[in-house]
């Protein structure tokens, strides 16, 4: 098997859109959680704890868990890929907002500002590189926990691996694990290059 395989290029797409849905909910989930986190004392452990255990827990118990309740399919890998790639958005937009120059904050209150207007023109900007790096740390791991798919009918690289594996096809492996690393590598790079943008374009007058 060989990168122009037909059915090659078909599971990377298949594995190319299971981490894209997945991040793109995750996103979605996550910032508001960690800006709750943020804006609420009380709900800030209990969302921290909640996301740290999801991240502890195995990806396949994990999907084994999900696949119980929704059945084998897509819906069931995308799912299992948002909860376990919270930890990192969460956390990093706690920590970002937390983290704005608190001079920033006043300035800003001082100024007329109302606390959501100024999270969302002040605050979220300069934690962007920030909850970014975040994005950037789930995106790259679940392109290698989406091979798990292939356990609960979700296909992806991750069916030609174990594939492989039950026939002894040492090429199918390797082409399929080069094709995850490329991807890592690529993912990690392009969005490494627009982190270090956000950071020159929001860096806080305090750095």
Do not use: W
């Not at 609420?40 to 396949?60: D, N, W």
């Not at 929704?70 to 948002?82: D, S």
């Not at 740390?137 to 798919?149: E, H, N, P, Q, Y």
């Amino acid at each position: 098997m060989t990168f122009l395989d037909p059915q090659f290029t078909g599971r990377l797409l298949e594995h190319l859109f299971i981490v894209f849905a997945a991040m793109t909910f995750t996103v979605i989930a996550g910032t508001p959680l960690g800006v709750c986190a943020y804006f609420y004392k009380p709900t800030r452990k209990p969302i921290l704890i909640i996301v740290e255990i999801l991240q502890t827990t195995p990806a396949m118990a994990l999907l084994g868990i999900i696949m119980v309740f929704m059945g084998a399919g897509r819906p069931t890998v995308i799912i299992g890929l948002l909860l376990y790639s919270l930890l990192p958005i969460v956390q990093n937009t706690y920590v970002g907002l937390s983290e704005v120059d608190p001079a920033i904050k006043e300035a800003a209150t001082g100024m007329g500002m109302t606390r959501m207007y100024r999270l969302v023109h002040v605050e979220l900007p300069i934690a962007s590189p920030l909850i970014f790096a975040g994005i950037r740390i789930a995106t790259v791991t679940a392109v290698g926990t989406a091979t798990f798919a292939a356990f609960v009918g979700g296909g992806g690289l991750g069916a030609l691996i174990f594939r492989g594996v039950r026939t002894s096809n040492m090429q199918v492996i390797l082409t399929s694990t080069v094709a995850l690393m490329l991807m890592a590598v690529v993912f990690d790079f392009a969005m490494s290059t627009i982190e270090k943008s956000l950071q020159k374009r929001y860096s806080s007058p305090k750095n």
